[in-house]
């Protein structure tokens, strides 16, 4: 029996998801006492380092923690759950740590985009159940903004390089924890998790350990999830946003079943866009959250769900804030969320005042889960002009000329399933997203969506250039070479695909084939 320390935020589904799949049962710590009376601890901490202490100390969690923690028995911290066992974090300097292990937590100071998102590799440096089994060059799924600095060398159980290397997992006595999330890095994951239940492995250090780890470039597939025309939850693809074919909803099939084909495929992660409001369900009975549920059982990788999260007041009459949503879908498997039209006119807000409100479902969100959580889902189009001086928006010298043979172009954001424009482009609305705590942004294209045309390297570089948090890099992909090309010409951290992969027409493998030993990737 493995005793799961739940403090109530984040994905914790998926952490349970994967140690009843290795055959564990698993009991919730609701009260001090379960903590006190647990054989194995598993912490998953998620979000903010200041939410997560503060939680701890509400709910009276900190001293019957500290007292399993010196019992010595086995514990694994997850993330947030390993920063916890240092003396503080910068993150929230306010906020003391458990102080079982000296040091503190500290930003990423890099050239490099914050958060680290991705699977990377690890460098092991003391022997160690829990890598039993694994050859020592698997990567694992990273993210997060914050790392550990260890005064004591002796507890450093790996590090991995992003800019620099930083403690990626501790060990100390039956303490151990990891910067990395097991519980969405597939198979290997799953033989760590495993390793940690067990408790009868042999100690070692893997054989083929690099020196030096490289974070891969990530691979998504895209589910675009609607009701059709029966009310049966579908994945479409639309052609420019058009998702009907022959006067029917085009239905490429069951979200659940491709989620998981792709899982099996190698995908690196999978998003569902819910491209239906069902805003007039109840909250718990929305169709998304039953989906993530039935996915979460049997893909290992991260989830993200975009679409609904938002405001809203079911036809009951109750109301559910942006956070509760996002709570929910949190809780059902989902690692992140995407915010896409509510993103426009949260940022027209503000750039009339200039002002963050702490109101706004972004800020909300990344305070209580951490910015990593955060998508933002760009819908852009080009305007062109004649010159940057007929408009006030962020131009671009254009290789690609307009139909009056214009040179510049700015790429106007729209709402409503890119239905309307608005007044505000799409590079000025990454860094407003950047500023109000978003830590990732999917970068749609009307113009390229499907055209199998390539990615629009014009507009993924305009937006990466103006922004320190990853960018995903969509809409266009019709082969492989589409792919090394975004890789090769953009910054783009990685590149989500939908009807090529829906279709069969283009397999992850294949991708995944054409960009090795030209791109680094998770293989």
């Known amino acids: 029996m493995i005793t799961l320390l739940d403090y109530g935020a984040g994905n914790v589904r998926s952490v349970i998801n994967a140690i009843e799949k290795i055959g564990e049962r ?31 100390r509400q709910k009276q969690f900190v001293e019957p923690l500290l007292a399993y923690l010196s019992s010595g028995r086995p514990f694994f911290g997850i993330c947030l759950g390993m920063q916890a066992l240092f003396e503080g974090s910068d993150e929230a300097p306010e906020e003391k740590g458990l102080c079982i292990l000296k040091g503190r937590v500290k930003r990423f100071e890099i050239d490099l985009a914050v958060p680290h998102i991705g699977w990377n590799g690890i460098s092991v440096k003391q022997p160690t159940d829990l890598f039993y089994g694994l050859e020592g060059d698997e990567k694992f799924y990273f993210v997060h903004s914050y790392h550990v600095v260890a005064d004591d060398p002796e507890v450093v159980l790996t590090t991995t390089d992003y800019g620099y290397p930083f403690v990626s997992a501790v060990q100390k006595g039956s303490i151990q924890g990891t910067q990395f999330h097991p519980e969405k890095s597939g198979s290997s994951g799953l033989t760590l998790l495993e390793n940690f239940i067990r408790k009868d492995r042999r100690t070692v250090i893997p054989d083929k350990c690099p020196s030096q780890t490289r974070l891969a470039k990530r691979i998504i597939a895209c589910l675009d999830v609607r009701a059709n025309d029966r009310g049966d939850l579908v994945v479409t693809k639309g052609d420019q946003y058009d998702v009907r074919e022959a006067g029917s909803v085009r239905n490429l099939g069951k979200p659940v079943d491709l989620a998981s084909r792709y899982f099996q495929e190698g995908a690196d992660e999978v998003t569902f866009l819910n491209i239906t409001g069902f805003r007039d369900f109840p909250l718990e ?73 702490g109101q706004s479902a972004i800020e909300q969100i990344s305070y209580v889960y951490g910015n990593q959580a955060v998508v933002i889902s760009i819908d852009p189009r080009r305007v062109y002009v004649d010159s940057p001086d007929q408009t006030t928006h962020a131009t671009i010298e254009t290789a690609i000329p307009g139909p009056k043979g214009e040179r510049y172009c700015w790429f106007q954001c729209t709402v409503k399933g890119g239905r309307e424009g608005r007044d505000v482009d799409a590079v000025t609305l990454a860094q407003a997203c950047e500023q109000l705590g978003a830590g990732e942004i999917l970068l749609n294209c009307i113009d390229r969506d499907g055209t199998n045309m390539g990615f629009d390297v014009e507009l993924i570089n305009a937006v990466k250039q103006a922004v320190r948090i990853p960018v995903i890099a969509s809409s266009g992909a019709g082969c492989e070479a589409h792919f090394a090309e975004v890789f090769e010409k953009t910054d783009a951290e990685s590149a989500l695909a939908a009807g090529i992969f829906h279709r069969r027409e283009v397999p992850i493998s294949a991708v995944k084939a054409y960009l090795k030993g030209k791109v680094e990737i998770r293989w």
Do not use: C, H, W
Request: proline share 3%.
């Open 285 to 357: 009975d929305m169709p998304m959250i039953q989906v993530l549920k039935e996915t979460s059982r049997n893909v290992f990788v991260p989830l993200t769900i975009g679409g609904g999260i938002r405001d809203f007041t079911d036809k009951n009459g109750r109301t559910y804030t942006a956070l509760q949503v996002a709570a929910e879908y949190f809780r059902s498997g989902a690692d992140k969320v995407s915010i896409g039209s509510d993103a426009v006119y949260i940022v027209e807000a503000y750039l009339k005042t200039g002002r963050k409100t």
């Open 26 to 56: 698993v009991s919730i710590a609701a009260t001090g006492r379960d903590i006190l009376d647990a054989e194995k601890l598993l912490f998953p901490g998620v979000g903010s380092f200041g939410s997560m202490m503060s939680i701890l």
